[in-house]
């Protein structure tokens, strides 16, 4: 491949790609990585079924950064004169080489992981109507404020299990009050409310109906177990995916505050985030719906940090600076 094809190849395969993974992902990654004894595609072919994607997946990211990285250590050897490239050429090249080959491998059987994402196909799920509207209809009596809470304010599982305060402010106005669970003095927030216009959306009228029948105020707790049972009856009654579990409501209902314009900022204290980072992981807003959010205010404990995603050259820049970026050093090839 000439400099002009990598440089198109590196393009392609690194338009999509996250540079700022999860911390539990990166462990992940690298731990993954760190097996690897020399040959990638042998690597990957000896895997489990139920890992072979994941391994996939781990492998892809660091060799697409690592071809990434070797076009940009090209360029600025050459911006400073260095006249013998051939041998950054080449690497390069190799870097190309083993991407194609760890991207051909397939495993018939295996389990994808983006099969199994909780925030791919909501665009899907909703194509024959809001799907949450479906669970709730399809909902037994003991899990249908769950479902609703769920689809509403999109609560942690966890956080449901602490107990979250449900409470009619004005005629059409539902407070929905919720103590956090992945909060420390950097991450997450201790507690945070969202206040919901019960006229913009049928499900949240259908809540605050139960909230009033409950006399205006509800304390709501269920175990996070029984909460994913809910949801399979609830998707088994409504013919849908068993798939789906308490976070495709939570990724759901992301999707629509970005589709309803909310800031990044506002999305991040919805859903309990200390960062902008976390929130921007979640679904994106084309998988939203339109007039499916009927939140109108959100206020949080914490603080929320605002970060932009780093452009291709300053996350290669990072290299091993940050704690949990994984060393490139180990993927000499």
């Known amino acids: 491949m000439t400099l002009i094809e990598l440089r198109h190849f590196m393009a392609d395969q690194t338009k999509d790609m996250k540079f700022d993974l999860a911390a539990s992902t990166q462990a992940d990654y690298a731990r993954i990585i760190r097996a690897v004894d020399g040959d990638f595609v042998a690597y990957l072919r000896s895997a489990p079924d139920s890992t072979f994607y994941k391994r996939k997946a781990a492998l892809l990211w660091r060799l697409r950064f690592s071809l990434a990285e070797s076009i940009i250590s090209f360029d600025e050897a050459s911006a400073l004169g260095e006249t013998n490239l051939g041998w950054r050429l080449d690497q390069t090249r190799v870097y190309a080489d083993l991407v194609k080959s760890v991207a051909a491998e397939t495993r018939k059987g295996a389990r994808s992981q983006k099969g199994k994402s909780k925030k791919v196909g ?14 709730a209809t399809a909902a037994g009596k003991a899990g249908l404020v769950g479902i609703l809470v769920l689809s509403i304010a999109g609560v942690r599982p966890a956080e449901i299990a602490r107990g979250v305060t449900l409470e009619v402010s004005r005629e059409h106005w539902l407070d929905i009050d919720i103590n956090g669970v992945k909060h420390t003095q950097s991450t997450g927030h201790k507690r945070r409310a969202q206040r919901h216009d019960a006229r913009k959306w049928s499900l949240t009228a259908q809540l605050l109906a139960l909230v009033k029948k409950a006399g205006g105020k509800l304390l709501f707790s269920r175990s996070p177990d029984a909460l994913r049972d809910d949801i399979k009856t609830a998707a088994t009654r409504a013919k849908l995916p068993l798939t789906i579990s308490p976070y495709t409501l939570r990724h759901r209902f992301s999707a629509d505050l970005k589709k309803a314009g909310w800031s990044p900022v506002e999305i991040a204290k ?29 206020w949080a404990s ?18 091993c600076a940050k704690p949990n970026t994984l060393d490139s050093d180990q993927f000499e090839p």
């Open 302 to 319: 914490g603080e929320v940090r605002e970060f932009g995603k780093p452009t291709l050259k300053e996350f290669a820049k990072m290299g």
């Open 122 to 135: 909501l665009k899907a799920l909703s194509k024959k109507g809001d799907f949450r509207e479906r669970l």
């Open 270 to 298: 919805a859903m309990g985030h200390a960062s902008t980072r976390t929130s921007g992981r979640y679904a994106r807003k084309q998988s939203g719906g339109s007039g499916t959010s009927s939140m109108t205010a959100v």
